[in-house]
């Protein structure tokens, strides 16, 4: 999920993340593959179980979540490896935008990442909800919450 305004309130956003995944059972994924987002991001794709993921991801963004659901692009399950706009195109870090692409320290990462051969299968058993600080600073773990 993109981050969401503090507006909502922790303990609203809690108890809908909580009610949201108490209804989908734990599956298995395989972490497969590297790609790269529309915004620069190196990510390890999910090879399998991808669409269980997406239907997650849509039934969060309902309730109290459901008009910050961005459809700019289509939503890709992913796990991020790095993110790789050029560092002077990095102001409002949460903005939706286009951004221009670091290329050489992309392809760097790119060619590290795929030399690495990743391949993982295992149990998507649970989300982490986390909280960012207002000057994008620093990241406060607030909760593991089990699925189904």
């Known amino acids: 999920m993109f981050p969401v305004p503090a507006a909502i309130g922790v303990e609203v956003l809690r108890?809908?993340?909580?009610?949201?995944?108490?209804?989908?059972?734990?599956?298995?994924?395989?972490l497969k593959g590297i790609g790269?987002?529309?915004?620069?991001?190196?990510?390890?794709?999910?090879?399998?179980?991808?669409?269980?993921?997406i239907a997650l991801h849509d039934a969060l963004y309902t309730g109290v979540l459901?008009?910050?659901?961005?459809?700019?692009?289509?939503?890709?399950?992913?796990?991020?490896?790095?993110?790789?706009a050029q560092p002077?195109?990095?102001?409002?870090?949460?903005?939706?935008?286009?951004?221009?692409?670091?290329?050489?320290?992309?392809?760097?990462?790119?060619?590290?990442?795929e030399a690495l051969d990743l391949d993982h299968t295992g149990p998507f058993e649970s989300v982490h909800l986390f909280g960012l600080d207002e000057p994008l600073t620093h990241v406060t773990r607030l909760e593991e919450i089990p699925l189904g």
């Open 88 to 113: 002077q195109d990095m102001r409002d870090p949460l903005a939706l935008r286009p951004r221009a692409l670091d290329r050489s320290r992309y392809v760097a990462a790119r060619r590290e990442a």
């Open 66 to 84: 459901g008009e910050h659901r961005w459809t700019g692009h289509r939503y890709e399950p992913h796990v991020g490896l790095g993110h790789f």
């Open 36 to 53: 790269k987002t529309w915004d620069h991001w190196l990510f390890l794709a999910v090879a399998e179980g991808r669409e269980r993921i």
């Open 15 to 30: 108890e809908h993340v909580r009610s949201t995944v108490a209804r989908t059972p734990a599956f298995t994924i395989r």
